[in-house]
């Protein structure tokens, strides 16, 4: 058997192989066979594309003189970087004439003679066998020699590689896993728990607690039966339940809602049921507590004396109250879905669309308007608001109506209440004025008619004036009364 079968088969048949120790038989037989004094077997890092050399510690760590000496280095333009490089062999049998011999630090073991071969898998570079100092020259016999060890190098190294990256995918899995928001569950056919995260930590449980029991054991005694079934029909038909809610146990007896999703996988001992498992205790209560904030606010919505509605950009009726429902006299259903030519026509549409269109440019809308509505005649005081969703897009037309009819009819009365009275004043002041006036001819009359009481001519005329005076005083006293009553 061939000294590479030899290192290959002694990988394959270790359980827990130590790739440095593998490294180093790989550089002890190309040593011997070669018959050179120094060598080294090292591996590049995929992460950081440095070459790794654990051999050097063995071989010439105590010779070698440099300061600061390291097993890791960076891959420059040198022999053994050029090998790397080229994918290709490198040999050297005069370092001194040799141009690519360069970069030496200072106390570096003396090279005379260099061959390196790369070991190659797939194309790609992943490592590097390399020898120096043979007393002959090196041949292509040694080329051979390592070349037979570099394939066999390069096996191992990308099967370490894999193995480390699905360790370390492993446990970054299980550290994921482990440290998840949720429960995550495994449970085989009887139901017994086979694996259970540290989040039952939360609900004062241990995994000790929990791994190799009965899962049912831990339900609420309200969810038992559910589960029950539901766990028992998902083995029969092989398919899970999207969602399955219930209540679970903390360790303490207190209870708490779960929502459980979860899907089958297939091992060598049969069927078992993987899932996550959520406490949703908060997001219930905030369930109970929204529904009932909407409760409160669809009663509100309803019971205000405004008319409300609301509209998306397309002018359809979202949602309205019954105040908005009684003033058009439909019902909620005839008005919910509907634009205003379905419900107005289209020239009331139309121009309600204007002036909407400006709320869809970011405008809030103030109007007062007497509107003919079912024949009647009411007066509508009017906000028309933008709203916008959480990316300040304009989403809705939200429109609040008042009707102010009995308003302005009140407002109406006031002020012809005021003009009467300002009326009433006026024609009480010229009344008396006049009357005034009246008693003072009716004084002087009376004084001619006792001069002139012989002349009974002249007492005739003075009686028709007297006559027409109090005429003229029963007028201005019917005028007081009733010119008021007759403007209004």
């Not at 300061?67 to 280095?73: E, H, N, Q, V, Y």
């Not at 083995?235 to 219930?246: A, E, N, P, Q, S």
């Not at 026509?345 to 079912?374: H, W």
């Amino acid at each position: 058997m061939k000294e590479s079968e030899k290192i290959l088969r002694k990988y394959l048949l270790s359980k827990k192989p130590d790739f440095n120790k593998i490294s180093l038989d790989i550089l002890k037989i190309i040593l011997k066979k070669t018959a050179s004094r120094f060598g080294f077997v090292g591996y590049i890092d995929e992460k950081n594309d440095k070459l790794i050399i654990p051999t050097l510690t063995e071989n010439v760590w105590n010779i070698c003189k440099v300061k600061d000496k390291k097993i890791i280095f960076d891959i420059k333009d040198n022999l053994f970087g050029i090998a790397i490089k080229r994918k290709k062999f490198v040999i050297s049998n005069d370092i001194k004439k040799d141009k690519r011999a360069k970069g030496t630090p200072k106390g570096h073991i003396k090279i005379e003679k260099f061959l390196a071969v790369p070991s190659i898998i797939n194309g790609k570079v992943n490592g590097i066998l390399a020898i120096a100092n043979r007393e002959t020259d090196y041949t292509k016999e040694d080329i051979k020699t390592l070349s037979e060890l570099a394939d066999i190098y390069a096996v191992i190294i990308h099967h370490l590689i894999e193995v480390k990256k699905t360790e370390e995918y492993n446990k970054m899995i299980n550290t994921l896993i482990e440290n998840a928001r949720d429960m995550i569950y495994i449970i085989n056919k009887d139901g017994i728990i086979e694996y259970i995260n540290q989040r039952v930590k939360d609900y004062g449980y241990t995994k000790e607690d929990l791994i190799g029991k009965i899962a049912f054991n831990f339900l609420s005694r309200d969810s038992l039966d559910y589960v029950s079934d539901a766990f028992k029909k998902a083995f029969k038909t092989g398919r899970t339940l999207d969602v399955l809610r219930y209540k679970l146990k903390r360790k303490d007896g207190s209870t708490f809602d779960a929502d459980q999703k979860s899907e089958f996988i297939y091992t060598e001992e049969g069927p078992k049921i993987i899932g996550t498992i959520r406490d949703v205790s908060k997001e219930r209560n905030l369930e109970k507590e929204l529904k009932q904030t909407n409760e409160l606010l669809e009663k509100i919505f309803n019971s205000v004396t405004d008319a409300i509605y609301l509209k998306d950009r397309e002018e359809n009726y979202i949602k309205a109250n019954k105040a908005f429902a009684k003033i058009l006299n439909l019902s909620l259903d005839e008005i919910r879905n509907k634009n205003d030519s379905e419900i107005f026509g289209r020239s009331k549409a139309k121009e309600i669309y204007q002036e909407e269109k400006q709320v869809l440019n970011g405008k809030t809308v103030t109007s007062i308007k007497e509107e003919f509505i079912n024949g009647k005649k009411i007066v509508l005081n009017s906000i028309k608001t933008p709203i916008k969703d959480s990316d300040g897009n304009i989403k809705y037309i939200l429109g609040i109506l008042r009707d102010i009819t009995f308003i302005r009819e009140m407002e109406r009365e006031v002020t012809l209440l005021k003009a009467r009275e300002n009326i009433e004043k006026e024609t009480s002041a010229f009344s008396h004025d006049l009357n005034n006036i009246l008693s003072i001819i009716t004084g002087y009359i009376t004084l001619i008619e006792e001069n002139i009481i012989r002349n009974r001519d002249m007492l005739k005329e003075i009686e028709i004036v007297k006559q027409s005076i109090k005429r003229v005083m029963k007028v201005t006293k019917r005028f007081r009364k009733d010119i008021p009553s007759k403007i209004f």
